[in-house]
């Protein structure tokens, strides 16, 4: 069974830093591209992060860049999203998504992922 399971969330001060996990189980997310999105309250899902296969090629949404990043660990099979500098408009459940078709650097608004996570919770509030 493909599984991506996502960890990490929780509740930071304004300013801060949170590191989220996503986990794959049943495939290797070295050859998968990767996308980051979040959904705050009465609002839409948005991407904000993409990866290509390699990790070499990256999109960042302008809302995180300079200050989210992301990066693979192989050997738990593992990606991470670094998130600094945290603002409340951050406040949102955030997803990982894994598909292993993509040869490119899939656009922050492909939502056509074939793994998702079940999303985890982040809260950005003094």
């Known amino acids: 069974q493909l599984q991506l399971v996502e960890s990490g969330g929780g509740l930071v001060q304004p300013g801060g830093s949170l590191r989220l996990s996503c986990a794959a189980s049943g495939f290797t997310l070295d050859y998968y591209a990767i996308g980051w999105f979040r959904q705050a309250p009465g609002k839409e899902r948005e991407g904000i992060l993409s990866?290509?296969?390699?990790?070499?090629?990256?999109n960042f949404a302008d809302s995180v860049k300079g200050r989210f990043t992301m990066f693979r660990d192989s050997a738990k099979n593992t990606v991470f999203l670094q998130m600094n500098s945290l603002k409340p408009d951050d406040t949102a459940i955030y997803y990982c998504?894994?598909?292993?078709?993509?040869?490119?650097?899939?656009?922050?608004?492909?939502?056509?992922?074939?793994?998702w996570g079940q999303g985890t919770q982040v809260t950005v509030s003094s």
């Open positions: 998504a894994a598909d292993g078709r993509f040869a490119g650097l899939p656009m922050l608004t492909w939502y056509g992922y074939e793994n």
């Open positions: 990866s290509d296969s390699t990790g070499r090629m990256t």
